[in-house]
């Protein structure tokens, strides 16, 4: 099994800055994409920042400029660096994984319990 864990999030004001956090544990052979999914409420899920396993990252446009995603890939994890925080930001965070747990599996997504951000203006 493999378990994904976030960690950072909170209320913020606008301007502000957080950074997240989501490692994984468990069964990992391989991890190739990484990211971030948000869901403000009311929206639909939407991937606002990924990663590839040799660092190739893609965002939405409205947080370029703005957000930052790395990965250290000794430690399986993940990190979303969020600066010029905007009241639009605010949603749950959810980190992903793509996953291969043994030489023998196919990869597969496995995805964190989801962290709240929240920013005040």
């Known amino acids: 099994q493999v378990r994904l864990v976030e960690s950072g999030g909170g209320l913020v004001q606008a301007g502000g800055s957080l950074r997240l956090s989501c490692a994984a544990f468990?069964?990992?052979?391989?991890?190739?994409?990484m990211g971030w999914y948000r869901q403000a409420p009311g929206e639909q899920r939407e991937l606002a920042a990924s990663?590839?396993?040799?660092?190739?990252?893609s965002y939405v446009d409205s947080v370029k400029g703005r957000f930052a995603v790395t990965r250290d890939n000794a430690k399986n994890t993940v990190y979303l660096q969020m600066n010029r925080l905007k009241p639009e930001d605010t949603a749950v965070y959810y980190c992903?994984?793509?996953?291969?747990?043994?030489?023998?599996?196919?990869?597969?997504?496995?995805w964190g319990q989801g962290t709240q951000v929240t920013v005040s203006s």
């Open positions: 992903y994984a793509n996953v291969q747990m043994n030489r023998y599996m196919s990869a597969r997504d496995h």
């Open positions: 468990g069964a990992v052979f391989r991890i190739y994409d």
């Open positions: 990663i590839t396993s040799v660092g190739t990252t």
